[in-house]
């Protein structure tokens, strides 16, 4: 099993930016497939980022693509949602999520991840 805490949410003007980063617990960190996500108020989950846990390689949704960069430290268990040119609709409560060994990248649903952290707000103003 994994425990996952993130931090590094707040409020930040339009066209700011925010590193998010999410530490995750156990030794077994390396195996896992680490995914971003992000909910609005009255709105579902949604997928933002992804990155692989055999090569690393990173997956973005077409909204936050060439704006956030997900990137992770196998060393020190953690992953990060590098967020730039920030919008009012990025405004949300993300997540990072983990699963160990999927079979497949991307994997884009949150049904599909078993451990969740806890969650950071995000609040960008126009």
């Known amino acids: 099993q994994v425990q996952l805490v993130e931090s590094g949410g707040g409020l930040v003007q339009a066209g700011g930016f925010l590193r998010l980063s999410c530490a995750a617990s156990?030794?077994?960190?390396?195996?896992?497939?680490m995914g971003w996500f992000r909910q609005a108020p009255g709105k579902e989950r949604e997928f933002v980022a992804g990155?692989?846990?055999?090569?690393?390689?990173?997956y973005s949704a077409d909204a936050v693509k060439g704006r956030f960069t997900i990137s992770r430290e196998n060393a020190h268990n953690t992953v990060y949602l590098q967020m730039d040119s920030l919008k009012p609709e990025d405004t949300a409560v993300y997540y990072c999520?983990?699963?160990?060994?999927?079979?497949?990248?991307?994997?884009?649903?949150?049904?599909?991840?078993?451990?969740w952290g806890q969650g950071t707000q995000v609040t960008v103003s126009s």
């Open positions: 999520a983990a699963k160990f060994r999927p079979r497949y990248f991307p994997v884009l649903s949150a049904s599909e991840y078993p451990y």
């Open positions: 156990g030794r077994t960190f390396s195996s896992y497939s």
């Open positions: 990155i692989n846990w055999s090569d690393a390689s990173p």
